[in-house]
């Protein structure tokens, strides 16, 4: 794609990413396939190409982002799915997070999408706020039915994002998990001792999952330290154009796992969500221009794995008893798209001794997407009654994802056990049965 950048532009470390990332776009459609809204909408503009051209008007011209664009760029999931099919390696993720990072500074929204966004970004990645959030909206959930619906919404409204957000919220919440500064020891001979990321709503929603990866890890001799005064990854804000936050946060976590690396050795940092484990593997990028944290961002973004890469390397004995039960496998897409792990958790399932089933459609998105299902009701909605119908064709038992905010989705369309891979994995080697949904 030809770009006309001045060089005064070029001057501008993002721009010229930008400029770099344009050039290597060839107009070919293939994205267009593999675009969740692109498949719902049929609209060229909601298309990764589409939105191409509107980001480079925008940043080229150095344009104002105009509501025709923001509704656009709202719509992408930041499902990288067009990455995965581009032949030519353009890295959207980077240039659709630069256009967020714009809109964000220089579009002014209307008062209520301010406020909102503005709570979500305050209250999500704070764990303390969130779990009275979820309690107020568990008592206030039985009043999500007198809310007008959010289907077939071109633009949804602060109502009808309510609704959302409280049919999203549990009945009740687990016991909290183990707090920060907790060490568990590896059974028998030690062969590894790692971080494990805590997590924001993961941790009052479902702290069940790091539990299971403990008991997995430490069982094959691998010590677990949950780091004290660990922060949100800085995924949700980052996804809301919010960079100084998302940066912030950032900075706080590289600090405190350096350290704990300096005093006891770590030789990863594992992360049971999939959507933090992709922007923690881009810290190095994100950071890249920062002097101090450069250098350390990068070591982060090398020490990090998402749990099933570092689990697969452990190479523990297969299972000696098969299960009849069907799993199937729904593939998050910060998992297969995001960090191109696509194998390993279901060889480590089928190893274990259940029997694995692909679902149609895989490489579209559930719906998701962060603070997407909350934001885009309709369409997420949409994607997720596609999702669960291509895995009703198979007839599980149960449903195993690597990503938090894909299970909730999921629960929320299907009778069908929703768990994470490393529960199954834990239960397979000696741990419990998996709580469900």
Not at 93 to 99: I, K, N
Not at 125 to 141: E, S, T
Request: proline residues 6%; glycine residues 8%.
């Amino acid at each position: 794609m030809k770009t006309d950048f001045s060089l005064a532009q070029l001057a501008n470390p993002d721009l010229a990413e930008a400029d770099k990332i344009l050039r290597a776009c060839v107009h070919c459609g293939f994205c267009t396939a593999t675009c969740p809204t692109y498949v719902l909408l049929g609209d060229e503009l909601d298309s990764p190409r589409g939105r191409i051209y509107l980001i480079k008007e925008m940043l080229e011209k150095e344009q104002a982002p105009t509501k025709e664009v923001v509704k656009h760029i709202d719509r992408c999931l930041s499902c990288l799915a067009c990455m995965t099919t581009c032949p030519s390696g353009v890295n959207y993720m980077h240039l659709v997070d630069q256009a967020r990072v714009r809109i964000e500074r220089d579009y002014t929204r209307p008062f209520t999408e301010r406020m909102l966004r503005d709570v979500l970004a305050w209250v999500l990645p704070r764990p303390g706020l969130f779990r009275a959030a979820m309690k107020l909206a568990g008592l206030a959930r039985p009043l999500a039915m007198l809310l007008p619906s959010t289907a077939h919404q071109a633009n949804p409204n602060l109502l009808s994002r309510i609704k959302a957000m409280l049919l999203l919220a549990p009945k009740a919440l687990p016991a909290p998990g183990p707090a920060g500064g907790s060490v568990f020891p590896a059974e028998g001979t030690r062969r590894g001792r790692v971080a494990l990321l805590q997590g924001c709503a993961q941790q009052v929603l479902a702290p069940r999952i790091n539990q299971a990866a403990i008991r997995l890890l430490t069982r094959h001799g691998v010590e677990v330290v949950l780091v004290r005064d660990e922060q949100c990854c800085g995924a949700l804000t980052h996804h809301l154009g919010r960079d100084d936050d998302a940066l912030s946060w950032a900075r706080a976590n590289i600090g405190v796992w350096l350290g704990e690396a300096d005093r006891g050795g770590l030789d990863a940092i594992l992360v049971t969500t999939s959507g933090c484990g992709t922007v923690i593997k881009d810290y190095g990028f994100m950071l890249r221009e920062d002097r101090e944290f450069a250098a350390p961002a990068a070591m982060v973004s090398a020490l990090a794995k998402d749990i099933s890469e570092y689990v697969s390397g452990l190479n523990w004995p297969a299972a000696q008893h098969r299960s009849d039960l069907v799993i199937a496998y729904h593939s998050a897409c910060s998992l297969q798209h995001g960090q191109k792990i696509t194998q390993a958790p279901k060889e480590l399932l089928s190893k274990n001794g259940f029997v694995v089933k692909d679902i149609a459609e895989s490489h579209l998105c559930c719906g998701s997407a962060g603070t997407y299902n909350i934001l885009q009701p309709d369409i997420a909605s949409q994607l997720r009654d596609r999702k669960v119908a291509n895995i009703a064709m198979i007839k599980p038992d149960m449903i195993a994802a690597g990503n938090l905010g894909c299970m909730v989705q999921l629960a929320g369309g299907t009778s069908i056990p929703v768990v994470h891979t490393i529960e199954l994995l834990d239960w397979a080697t000696g741990g419990p049965r998996p709580g469900l949904n």
